[in-house]
């Protein structure tokens, strides 16, 4: 079974600043992705960037980008020129990659990020 | 382009009772899966459906079940609802064969069981 671990309950950025989100995850699998979800107070869960393990390079999204270790398996998420509406909570997740369907997410407990003004 | 939609948005149940939930996925997508957020937690995968069948299940009683409609669409039913089924329940829809690890996600309905 896999699993997937936030260490920090919370966090918080001044406007403009950057941040780094922490996510460590096991899994015995070779091929697999992971995800970062945001989920304001509206609770709309929101994908915000996706890597795939076999790809060396990090994934970026605009003001977001990733640093994935696969060895280490670590996945941080980086927020550059952080807004107020960033302000969320942000989840890790993995998936297993299969060719079929039945693949589940296994999400992280999540980091409470509040961006101040 | 129509996104993942969730109806009700809030439900009140009383212990024992049970309890539909309904998702439409994401234009196009064919696979439903639900997860189960407890107030402060990271969402927990209850099941999937693809081609009107169950294909992967999580660590949930049999008072979980589910349903795939022929146009996708899916209902969770939980049956002899406990105090300890109060969550955020969340939809989300992919497409297998094609970016089939993405999953987009509905708003959710907020179940409270009294």
């Known amino acids: 079974a896999q699993t997937v671990t936030q260490s920090q309950p919370e966090m918080s950025v001044q406007e403009a600043e950057t941040v780094t989100l922490s996510c460590t995850y096991d899994?015995?699998?070779?091929?697999?992705?992971l995800f970062w979800y945001k989920q304001p107070p509206s609770r709309q869960m929101i994908l915000v960037i996706r890597?795939?393990?076999?790809?060396?390079q990090n994934a970026t999204e605009n003001r977001f980008s990733v640093n994935f270790q696969k060895a280490a398996k670590s996945f941080s998420l980086k927020i550059s020129d952080s807004q107020l509406g960033d302000t969320a909570m942000y989840f890790c997740?993995?998936?297993?990659?299969?060719?079929?369907?039945?693949?589940?997410?296994?999400f992280g407990g999540g980091t409470r990020l509040m961006v101040k003004p | 382009d129509a996104g993942v939609t969730q109806s009700p948005t809030h439900l009140i149940k009383t212990r024992g009772q049970q309890v539909t939930l309904r998702c439409s996925p994401k234009?196009?997508?064919?696979?439903v899966s639900w997860y189960q957020q407890a107030l402060g937690q990271g969402p927990q995968f209850i099941f999937q459906?693809?081609?009107?069948?169950?294909?992967q299940r999580g660590n949930f009683p049999d008072r979980f079940s589910g349903h795939q409609f022929p146009n996708y669409s899916s209902e969770l039913n939980v049956n002899a609802l406990l105090l300890g089924d109060s969550a955020l329940y969340l939809c989300?829809?992919?497409?297998?064969?094609?970016?089939?690890?993405?999953?987009?996600f509905g708003p959710g309905t907020r179940l409270l069981v009294l």
């Open positions: 989300a829809s992919s497409l297998v064969g094609l970016l089939q690890e993405t999953q987009y």
């Open positions: 899994t015995s699998e070779n091929n697999y992705y």
């Open positions: 997740a993995f998936m297993k990659q299969k060719d079929n369907a039945g693949n589940m997410l296994t």
């Open positions: 890597q795939e393990a076999y790809k060396q």
């Open positions: 234009s196009g997508h064919d696979t």
């Open positions: 459906y693809y081609e009107e069948e169950e294909r």
